[in-house]
């Protein structure tokens, strides 16, 4: 079976750190880019990062540049999501996406989803 399935959410307070990952299966990961999103509640989804097959990253969203990195480790069939120096704001269920084989990162179209993993950021 193809899936994605995402962990590391939980809650921890402001100031503190999660890494959270994107485990697949049904497929060979190497040659896919993958992205990650989250949705708030009552806001749009948001495009976090997503990272291609050279390792190459990209940073959608600027509230979390200089504070969140995405990795992969193609052995372990994972992406990563390291994420530091996180505010309330960052409250979210995070999830990740499987960029369209023969697409990349900057096309936008997604063919795998995960079913997300909630972060929640409080004292």
């Known amino acids: 079976q193809t899936l994605l399935v995402e962990s590391g959410g939980g809650l921890v307070q402001p100031g503190g750190s999660l890494k959270l990952s994107c485990v697949a299966s049904?497929?060979?990961?190497?040659?896919?880019?993958i992205a990650w999103f989250r949705r708030a509640p009552g806001r749009e989804r948001e495009g976090i990062a997503c990272?291609?097959?050279?390792?190459?990253?990209?940073y959608w969203e600027d509230s979390v540049k200089g504070r969140f990195t995405i990795s992969r480790d193609n052995a372990k069939s994972t992406v990563y999501l390291q994420m530091n120096s996180l505010k309330p704001d960052d409250t979210a269920l995070y999830y990740c996406a499987r960029v369209t084989h023969g697409s990349s990162c900057s096309d936008h179209s997604y063919d795998l989803w995960g079913q997300g993993t909630q972060v929640t950021i409080s004292s």
């Open positions: 049904g497929f060979i990961i190497d040659i896919f880019d």
């Open positions: 990272i291609d097959r050279n390792w190459g990253a990209t």
